[in-house]
């Protein structure tokens, strides 16, 4: 009696598992570099609010929180807040892709 056993095609389902693995990390390691990247740009954007409303502060306007406004929409993302308290211009603005991510900042102008 011949007791092989049939072993035909079981090389696919290796090579199918490896490279289901594959994908996996792949995607894995994509989806932590976007985030990294919306965590980058959105504090690059908040200390560009921060800098545009102190500058608007420098330039004596009504409202440097509007200027800060301005520059977090051209930099898409949200300004959630702003406060304007003696030449210290301190912003919140958040993420609007699919990453929730908040960032702070805070510049000051010496007059």
Known sequence: MNNKINECGSASVVVIAIAVMCLLII??????GNYMLTRARTHNAADASALAGAQAVASFKDNPCNDAKEIADSNSVELISCNNE??????????KSHFVVTAKSRAEIEL
Not at 27 to 32: D, G, K, L, M, R
Not at 86 to 95: A, M, Q
């Open 86 to 95: 003696n030449n210290i211009v301190e912003v919140t603005v958040k993420s």
């Open 27 to 32: 995607s894995s390691i994509s989806t932590v």
